[in-house]
């Protein structure tokens, strides 16, 4: 990913909550049947390796996942919104696009074992039923549970490195970026609010 100093986030931990909070990723790897991309919810366990490792499981029709072994990239994005150069209320500006990303590269491994891929979709379930007014519970013993396990792959990817963009107008003085935060927190989208949300963090 193109990163300009202005615009990196190498803060591990930023990075790591970001993840955690926009997991639902693309998964990419290319093969001998070239690229190949998946969207898929990726868990991440912080602790296991340098920084990190990420979990998660594909269809097994899917055939992305017969490229294990090989490079593979997962893309995590966020909010992201559309500037106009007429919220800069100067002359010399032009459109750009404000957003936040991150790329955690790696390793793509096929986990083979039946009680590891049950463990990652009870990390799944616990994930992302918390929320839920009543959350649904993960029998693994249920045979409808046994029947679909037959029909998933679970994957892991050590990531070997993780770059963070974090696109928030850094390149234009602090009076223009506090003109484009309440021109962004004006608009009726959640993205364009989010983004306004952040860059007024940076300016704080």
């Known amino acids: 990913m193109y990163v300009p100093q202005s615009f990196a986030e190498s803060d591990t931990s930023t990075l790591h909550a970001f993840m955690r909070r926009s997991s639902f990723a693309v998964l990419t790897t290319c093969g001998e049947g070239g690229l190949a991309a998946s969207h898929l919810p990726l868990l991440l366990d912080a602790e296991d390796g340098p920084r990190g490792r990420l979990f998660g ?4 029709a899917n055939p992305q996942w017969r490229q294990a072994e090989c490079d593979a990239l997962a893309v995590f994005s966020g909010p992201h919104a559309y ?20 790329h955690a590269y790696g390793r793509l491994r096929i986990v083979v074992d039946e009680e590891a891929v049950l463990e990652i979709l009870r990390r799944s ?9 009543t959350p649904w519970t993960f029998d693994a013993a249920s045979p409808y549970i046994r ?12 990531i070997d490195r993780l770059e963070g963009k974090w696109k928030l107008s850094q390149n234009h ?11 962004l927190a004006a608009q009726s989208d959640a993205d364009s609010v989010a983004i306004a949300e952040m860059m007024r963090q940076g300016l704080s």
């Open 57 to 60: 499981h594909m269809a097994r």
């Open 83 to 102: 500037v106009s150069p007429t919220w800069y209320q100067e002359e010399g500006t032009v459109p750009t696009w404000n957003y936040v990303a991150v």
């Open 125 to 133: 379930v616990a994930t992302y039923e918390a929320a839920m007014p």
């Open 147 to 158: 029947v679909q396990l037959k029909a998933i792959v679970g994957f892991q990817l050590e």
């Open 173 to 183: 003085p602090s009076h223009r970026r506090r003109r484009v935060a309440g021109a």
